[in-house]
């Protein structure tokens, strides 16, 4: 399969470096995780990483993420400095639009994403992994020599038993291609956007990412008239979120999605300031689907629209207000 982005020839087991992009990645098969490893960089207020790729060395599953920023000895730094972190598989394509699929994402509000041992997302080895990060130093001091690990977790196809294989998921209250911060008014506001998922399945958990001043995100049943889910985040004595919860519903075997049904997503913020806030509003959901039939889902279109608005977007470092920062 052509490759849209440099990818890296790479040996299982061995680490691979990019000189463009100066991306590492290994395994550790005695933890059973695959290793991301970032160059280092100097922090000093909001700093975008160049985006990186790499050539998967995994054929099987791959079952959550962990995103650590370390400084130039190795010690693990605030998870406050990361503002986001996006892990992207450019040959898929998302559940609700042509863009491609977001595999998963961590802010500084959210924690590790563990997947159970029964589910997974399947993976083969050469399928490219597109990685973008940003970062926030408010502080007084330069740090020099951080850089970003993200571990994520393994099951090779060649176990006896493999793990139920499931899909990332991913809205956004923006169009799916493009900008992702919006200018926030002053006051109540809403924004939403809304689609239909391209195969029908299950939802089997959710979580959610907003900025200062969110007071709610809420997933509906636009053709049944139904709140599926809502959530608000969990904010410290100066307004700014640090944590999102994340809602699974194991228990009642995931929330269906139908392809006749319109789905929307909305973002509510209360701005108190008395002024709009330029680039102040972001809204994104994402989850764990498992689609009723895995053989069916879409095949990328890297001719269509929104695709190709994407990935320019996304591999863009010029305007860092516009790249999206999301919890799966």
């Given at each position: 399969?052509?490759?849209?982005?440099?990818?890296?020839?790479?040996?299982?087991?061995?680490?691979?470096?990019?000189?463009?992009?100066?991306?590492?990645?290994?395994?550790?098969?005695?933890?059973?995780?695959?290793?991301?490893?970032?160059?280092?960089?100097?922090?000093?207020?909001?700093?975008?990483?160049?985006?990186?790729?790499?050539?998967?060395?995994v054929d099987g599953?791959?079952?959550?993420?962990?995103?650590?920023?370390?400084?130039?000895?190795?010690?693990?730094?605030?998870?406050?400095?990361?503002?986001?972190?996006?892990?992207?598989?450019?040959?898929?394509?998302?559940?609700?639009?042509?863009?491609?699929?977001?595999?998963?994402?961590?802010?500084?509000?959210?924690?590790?994403?563990?997947?159970?041992?029964?589910?997974?997302?399947?993976?083969?080895?050469?399928?490219?992994?597109?990685?973008?990060?940003?970062f926030h130093n408010?502080?007084?001091?330069?740090?020099?020599?951080?850089?970003?690990?993200?571990?994520?977790?393994?099951?090779?196809?060649?176990?006896?038993?493999?793990?139920?294989?499931?899909?990332?998921?991913?809205?956004?209250?923006?169009?799916?291609?493009?900008?992702?911060?919006?200018?926030?008014?002053?006051?109540?506001?809403?924004?939403?956007?809304?689609?239909?998922?391209?195969?029908?399945?299950?939802?089997?958990?959710?979580?959610?990412?907003?900025?200062?001043?969110?007071?709610?995100?809420?997933?509906?049943?636009?053709?049944?008239?139904?709140?599926?889910?809502?959530?608000?985040?969990?904010?410290?004595?100066?307004?700014?979120?640090?944590?999102?919860?994340?809602?699974?519903?194991?228990?009642?075997?995931?929330?269906?999605?139908?392809?006749?049904?319109?789905?929307?997503?909305?973002?509510?913020?209360?701005?108190?300031?008395?002024?709009?806030?330029?680039?102040?509003?972001?809204?994104?959901?994402?989850?764990?689907f498992m689609p009723?039939?895995?053989?069916?889902?879409?095949?990328?279109?890297?001719?269509?629209?929104?695709?190709?608005?994407?990935?320019?977007?996304?591999?863009?470092?010029?305007?860092?207000?516009?790249?999206?920062?999301?919890?799966?």
């Amino acid at each position: 399969m052509p490759r849209l982005v440099l990818v890296l020839a790479m040996t299982v087991g061995a680490s691979a470096r990019s000189a463009a992009q100066a991306l590492t990645v290994r395994l550790d098969s005695t933890a059973h995780e695959m290793v991301l490893e970032m160059a280092p960089i100097r922090l000093h207020g909001m700093v975008e990483a160049q985006p990186g790729t790499i050539s998967l060395p995994v054929d099987g599953w791959l079952q959550g993420y962990d995103c650590q920023l370390v400084d130039a000895a190795g010690k693990r730094l605030s998870h406050y400095l990361i503002h986001h972190v996006n892990l992207i598989a450019p040959e898929k394509r998302e559940l609700f639009s042509p863009i491609m699929l977001r595999i998963g994402a961590q802010g500084s509000e959210t924690p590790p994403v563990e997947l159970p041992k029964i589910l997974g997302l399947r993976v083969h080895r050469g399928d490219t992994l597109l990685v973008t990060a940003m970062f926030h130093n408010a502080g007084a001091r330069d740090i020099v020599g951080a850089h970003l690990v993200i571990r994520m977790p393994y099951k090779e196809a060649s176990a006896a038993v493999g793990p139920v294989s499931i899909f990332p998921m991913y809205l956004d209250v923006m169009p799916p291609a493009g900008a992702k911060s919006y200018d926030l008014p002053p006051g109540h506001s809403e924004k939403s956007w809304e689609s239909h998922p391209a195969v029908p399945g299950r939802i089997l958990a959710l979580g959610a990412h907003m900025h200062k001043y969110g007071t709610a995100m809420r997933f509906e049943d636009v053709t049944a008239n139904k709140v599926l889910w809502e959530t608000k985040p969990i904010v410290d004595k100066t307004g700014e979120p640090v944590a999102m919860p994340v809602k699974t519903f194991w228990w009642r075997l995931g929330i269906p999605l139908r392809t006749n049904h319109v789905y929307r997503v909305t973002a509510v913020y209360d701005n108190p300031t008395g002024r709009t806030i330029p680039l102040g509003g972001m809204g994104a959901l994402g989850g764990v689907f498992m689609p009723s039939n895995v053989d069916s889902w879409p095949k990328v279109d890297r001719a269509a629209p929104d695709y190709v608005l994407d990935l320019k977007d996304t591999m863009s470092t010029e305007d860092m207000g516009d790249m999206a920062g999301m919890a799966h």
